[in-house]
């Protein structure tokens, strides 16, 4: 199993615009998809885009397992995804702050608004498309994810700082809700 080296913020290449990927079912972007979810799934997050392990490549992995979800109607989870060039579009103008944390920004949370309904389409890594609605901590991280190929960090989509908390202190005062890092 490889694991990558997640780049931490302050390092160019997360915010820099990812680049397309030419062959979404390349053998290397499928070596690429699996060392990703091999690294998410050792650091314990809930996604994690191409920028972050180094590679300015518009990949990205996630999962939203029942327990990190809020509501269940059906569209808030979603099993291990491998997008590749990714689109989302907004279903919905209402917004959520829920929080969030970021693997390139250890040791943090704050609280975003994002979205609570949207569309996404994609490639597989099989090279076969996916389209999927999302709600709740699913659409949540897709945007999370989505913003890292287009050079956007969690914290610039914060409305203030004040909920901004280091995690130590978050599990002892604002109820931890088990959610991942992403
Ligand atoms: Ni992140």
Redesign the pocket.
């Known amino acids: 199993m490889t694991l990558l080296k997640i780049a931490r913020m302050g390092h160019p290449v997360l915010r820099r615009k990812a680049e397309a990927v030419a062959d979404p079912a390349a053998p290397e972007i499928q070596q690429l998809a699996a060392a990703m979810v091999a690294t998410m799934a050792d650091a314990d997050?809930a996604?994690?885009?191409g920028p972050?392990i180094y590679q300015s490549k518009r990949i990205i992995v996630f999962h939203a397992p029942g327990e990190r979800s809020d509501t269940d109607d059906g569209l808030a989870t979603a099993p291990l995804t491998v997008l590749i060039n990714p689109e989302i579009e907004i279903l919905s103008d209402r917004m959520e702050e829920d929080w969030?944390?970021?693997?390139?920004?250890p040791g943090l949370r704050g609280k975003v608004p994002r979205h609570t309904h949207i569309r996404y389409a994609g490639m597989g890594p099989d090279g076969k498309p996916i389209e999927r609605e999302a709600s709740g901590f699913h659409a949540r991280v897709v945007q999370?994810?989505v913003?890292?190929l287009d050079g956007v960090?969690?914290l610039d989509r914060m409305r203030d700082f004040d909920t901004l908390t280091f995690e130590s202190e978050w599990v002892h005062h604002m109820k931890p809700t088990g959610k991942g890092?992403?």
């Open positions: 997050g996604g994690l885009a972050q969030e944390g970021c693997l390139s920004i999370h994810e913003d890292h960090l969690y890092d992403a």
